[in-house]
């Protein structure tokens, strides 16, 4: 990608310039809302809400839940 | 740019996640089993009355080890990918933090947020704690406890850095993370306590469950925000447009 350019000025070693706000927010809304729905899928389908039905989500990730402190049953 | 972060982010995550895995696979699984064992002689009591018994439907060597890997891979991957998100947000706006600094610090103020506070509140359980018809319950107590310290946790940062301007960044970042704390604490006590551990049930045993739950999560934070600093570090993190990436002016 042509946007990382590897630091070989001076001025990049001094601070670093924050990403314009309006540039991180489509990522930020799309990008955040499908990782959310990940952690959903492993954090609680098929407990207290289930989104595809029947029990093999939670049973196959079911160690996973209990180990990352999620509620699981 | 920040799809190029969101993608460090989330293989980050999936190294950190197959880290989380070793863990758990060899300081976690021992307790899980146990549970499950307790679990099963429970059930099998209650078996002898009613003779009925549930079948498997994914097999305990699956759930131990596909499931587990899965589930925290996966988990990993986003939680990197939302880290990713949150550093591309941050980095540039703390003061002079370098990016492997502003890295370090998410991943503490993340872990404190999403894995600590909530699980004071609502400590994980292994198999066989918590009583199904409560589950709806406590799934919503959890999430909200854990999206409501999140979302405490943002803005005690936006106010500590409003208060650096006026009382300096030490001063700034303590005061606004008493009120963190203070906020938190009316929290606690606000939100209903559940208390459903079956009395048989080994209080070591349910003690060392959720160290070792805690240290899942631990390892997979701090490997976070260390990998993630490191292949951050040595690379401008500017923004620029894609056409005008040649012009001088750009780089300013």
């Known amino acids: 990608m042509t ?71 | 740019m920040v799809g190029n972060i969101l993608l460090r982010g989330m293989i980050v995550g999936v190294a950190a996640g197959l880290l989380a895995f070793c863990f758990a696979k060899v300081f976690g699984e021992p307790w899980v089993d146990y549970a499950i064992a307790f679990e099963a002689q429970a059930s099998h009591a209650a078996d002898m009355i009613t003779g009925a018994e549930e079948p498997d439907i994914v097999s305990r060597a699956t759930q131990a080890g596909a499931g587990l890997f899965t589930g925290l891979v996966v988990y ?109 604490a009316v929290m606690f006590a606000a939100l209903p306590t559940i208390e459903e551990i079956p009395a048989a049930f080994s209080p070591a045993m349910l003690w060392n469950f959720r160290i070792s739950s805690i240290g899942v999560q631990a390892v997979l934070w701090a490997a976070i925000g260390l990998l993630f600093g490191a292949v951050t570090e040595g690379v401008s993190l500017k923004h620029v447009a894609p056409r005008r990436a040649a012009s001088a002016s750009a780089f300013r």
């Not at chain 2, 919503?140 to 650096?164: C, G, K, Q, Y």
């Open chain 2, 76 to 184: 990993g991957a986003a939680v990197g990918g939302l880290f990713a998100l949150a550093f591309a947000f941050t980095n540039g706006r703390l003061g002079r933090l370098s990016p492997r600094s502003v890295s370090a610090l998410i991943a503490i103020l993340g872990f404190v947020a999403i894995v600590i506070v909530p699980q004071l509140k609502y400590p994980a359980n292994p198999p066989a704690v918590g009583s199904a018809d409560t589950i709806v319950a406590r799934t919503e107590l959890f999430f909200t406890m854990m999206v409501f310290s999140l979302v405490l946790m943002i803005a005690s940062v936006m106010f500590a850095r409003r208060l650096a301007e006026r009382i300096g960044g030490w001063n700034g970042a303590t005061v606004a993370g008493l009120v963190y704390l203070a906020v938190v």
């Open chain 1, 3 to 73: 946007s990382i350019v590897h630091a070989t000025t001076a001025q990049s070693s001094a601070r670093a310039e924050p990403i314009p706000v309006s540039a991180i927010l489509p990522w930020a809304v799309f990008g955040g809302l499908m990782l959310l729905l990940t952690v959903y899928f492993v954090g609680a389908e098929e407990g207290a809400t289930s989104l595809m039905g029947g029990s093999y989500v939670h049973e196959f990730v079911h160690d996973g839940r209990h180990l990352l402190g999620f509620p699981c049953h």
